[in-house]
């Protein structure tokens, strides 16, 4: 029987439960680095495909807010159509891009 009065008592206790502590929040710790590691892993992937999706969404405004003398003094938009570029529906099928 353990004599809670007696100071080896504690001791042989502390020496059994530190290692044990140790472990569970170095195990704890490791997880948690994983998972932030992971995540921003994931989100460095996902950043560039954002930027794509974005830019498709965007461009048919942008193109539709630029003034109409900034357009066609552009030498890339020479006998372009402003509005049938931003405007077209698919702009993978549109033939004015």
Known sequence: MIDWTNLTDWAAIGSIITPLL???FAIVGWKIRTNLERRIALEDKLRE???VIYNKILKPYIILLIPDAAWKSDPKNKGKDKNAIATCP???RCTTY
């Open 90 to 92: 698919a702009p993978i």
């Open 49 to 51: 495909d954002r930027i």
């Open 22 to 24: 140790l472990a569970a």
